[in-house]
């Protein structure tokens, strides 16, 4: 596709329970970043990949959560012993360049955690 | 401590005047500040940028003014259309590091242009 694609847009768990999102970014960017945006908040930076590794994973908040990008395409953030705080639109970007591209995103995936 | 504060939630214009969002940024390490567009159900689409050297860059119909001294920048968009009724989220960087990747954003200003 032309755009950034993450799936699934929805996704309603329960407390405790694993969850994994994908993200399929722009062809041919070598750079992939996720942000989370809480509800009535800014998107907030997570994780940024520079090819098959991650470059900052500052924004993690905690061991709970992990992001993977093996072939240095798609890429998968994994959320173990989800919790209501982590309720939230995760969103995915790509660039071409991490040090002047612009940021392309995708629509996210809004996670309900009940 | 929010290091990007905008304001105003929301913001109410009619078609064909001016529309201007503001954004106040507490950070001085930051070097580089943009403005992301936000529909529903969508994305945030990038929309206009600046870098620190300088104090205006025009797009169209859309204008940045930053306001180093004040730490103070503002979006305006002239004249406004119903289309430009979306979330207006300004965002900040430090490029001095060497990527401009980790966007700090803030909340968001609610844009509705009235017919």
């Known amino acids: 596709g032309a755009g950034v694609s993450q799936t699934p847009s929805n996704k309603v768990t329960e407390k405790g329970k694993y969850v994994e999102l994908r993200c399929d970014p722009i062809?041919?960017?070598?750079?992939l970043y996720w942000y989370r945006q809480s509800l009535g908040q800014g998107p907030e930076f997570l994780i940024y990949?520079?090819?098959?590794?991650?470059?900052?994973d500052s924004g993690l908040p905690n061991d709970r959560f992990f992001a993977v990008r093996p072939e240095g395409s798609v890429s998968t953030l994994k959320i173990q012993r989800t919790e209501r705080g982590d309720s939230a639109v995760y969103l995915c970007?790509?660039?071409?360049?991490?040090?002047?591209?612009?940021?392309?995103f995708g629509e996210g995936s809004r996670l309900t955690v009940l | 401590d929010q290091q990007v504060k905008q304001n105003s939630p929301s913001l109410s214009v009619q078609e064909g005047r001016i529309s201007i969002l503001n954004c106040d940024y507490t950070?001085?390490?930051?070097?580089?500040f943009l403005w992301y567009k936000k529909y529903p159900a969508e994305g945030p689409t990038f929309l206009i940028s600046?870098?620190?050297?300088?104090d205006k860059n025009e797009d169209g119909r859309f204008t940045v003014f930053l306001n180093k001294s004040a730490k103070h920048l503002s979006l305006h968009i002239v004249p406004s259309q119903p289309g430009d009724s979306a979330v207006y989220f300004c965002?900040?960087?430090?490029?001095?590091?060497?990527?401009?990747?980790?966007?700090?954003f803030g909340k968001g200003t609610l844009l509705t242009v009235n017919p």
């Open positions: 970007a790509s660039s071409s360049d991490s040090h002047t591209g612009e940021l392309f």
């Open positions: 062809s041919g960017h070598t750079a």
């Open positions: 990949f520079q090819g098959t590794g991650a470059a900052d």
């Open positions: 950070n001085s390490m930051f070097d580089y």
């Open positions: 600046i870098s620190s050297i300088k």
């Open positions: 965002a900040a960087t430090t490029r001095a590091r060497g990527s401009n990747y980790k966007l700090t």
